[in-house]
Every structure is written in structure tokens, then in C-alpha cells.
């Protein structure tokens, strides 16, 4: 498990803001999301026996990388080993356990709170883990706010630009 607090992000933070939180934790591979549950006669949904080993097994390996709480909103990336079996699988069916695994050992305060998720087939990751960074970002509305304030300075900057060249020509005419 790495716990990484750059200088670089403090730099963008700004003076007297703590700096981004990243942690990478190294998994099991979960069973598919397809199964994760099935029905029983009397009792409704419950956890397959392969969920239930996966989330006790990955659950002690969690707890002896000890990664801090990334708290907020957060920021996802998982890269899965290729199977050595190279069977076809679905990327996406791995993501909910994983969400829940780190959700459950309070790694992040909510699923709902992860605004970006990336997932991807990783050669150099042994095959049956995962590798997952859980970064601490910006909510969604500021850093559109701040992107948008970037391009009305940069549309502000062309035109003040165009009025000085404007403005050159012009003295250069009654010279």
C-alpha cells in the first residue's frame, strides 16, 4: 500500500490547504458482479460463498496495507491483472465490489462520492489482483467553475490583445 502527498498537488492547492490524498492498495480479483448474489428459497438475495471468501480474503488484505481514509469526493482508478486463462471478462463487473469493499472498511465515505472511475486491463499487474488509487479531487461544479473562469481570462486576454494591436496600427498610421 503507498499513501502519496506530492509537493506538486500542494503547490496547486494553494497556501494553508491540505494537500490531495492518494492511496493505492493492492486486491484479490473479485468474483464478476454477476456472481455476487443469488436467490434462495425462503431467504431472498444472498452473498454466493465466492463473494463471501472474496470479501474476507480482500477484506485482511486491506487491513494489513492500513491505507488512511480518503475523505470527500474522490476520484477512482482500478487496473486488473490479465487472466492467465485470458478468458473473456467484463471490466465493469468488477467495479461494484471493489466500491463496496473500500466503502465498507470506511477507505471512502460513499460510493456516491466517487466522481471519477477508471478502469483498465493492466499487463504489468499480476493476474488475479487489482490495483486501487483512490484520490481525493475536487467536486465537480468547482472545477468547472474554474475552467470556465480560465477560458472567459483567456477570451478577455485575446480581446485586450486585439484592441492593442488595433491600438499599434493605429499609431503606426499617423506616424
Not at 480474503?57 to 477512482?76: E, I, K, M, T, Y
Not at 463496496?100 to 462520492?113: A, G, K, P, V, Y
Not at 488595433?166 to 499617423?174: F, K, Q, R, T, Y
Amino acid at each position: 500500500m503507498q499513501t502519496r502527498e506530492t509537493s506538486a498537488t500542494t503547490e496547486k492547492r494553494g497556501p494553508g490547504c491540505p494537500p490531495f490524498l492518494e492511496i493505492v492498495v493492492n486486491l484479490p480479483t473479485p468474483p464478476s458482479t454477476n456472481a455476487l448474489w443469488s436467490n434462495v428459497a425462503g431467504k431472498g438475495r444472498v452473498k454466493t460463498q465466492s463473494y463471501r471468501e472474496w470479501r474476507e480474503a480482500a477484506g485482511w488484505d486491506l487491513r494489513c496495507q492500513r491505507p488512511r481514509s480518503v475523505p470527500g469526493v474522490v476520484a477512482v482508478t482500478i487496473l486488473a491483472g490479465l487472466s492467465e486463462q485470458r478468458r473473456k471478462r467484463d471490466a465493469d463487473n468488477l467495479i461494484k465490489p471493489l466500491l463496496d469493499l473500500i466503502t465498507e472498511h470506511r477507505i471512502i465515505d460513499d460510493d456516491s462520492n466517487v466522481v471519477v472511475l477508471q478502469m483498465r486491463w493492466e499487463p504489468v499487474v499480476p493476474a488475479g489482483r487489482v490495483l486501487v488509487e483512490v484520490r481525493h479531487c475536487r467536486q465537480p461544479a468547482v472545477r468547472q467553475r474554474v475552467a470556465d473562469g480560465a477560458r472567459r481570462f483567456r477570451e478577455a486576454a485575446a480581446r485586450l490583445r486585439e484592441h492593442v494591436d488595433a491600438l499599434g496600427s493605429v499609431a503606426e498610421g499617423s506616424a
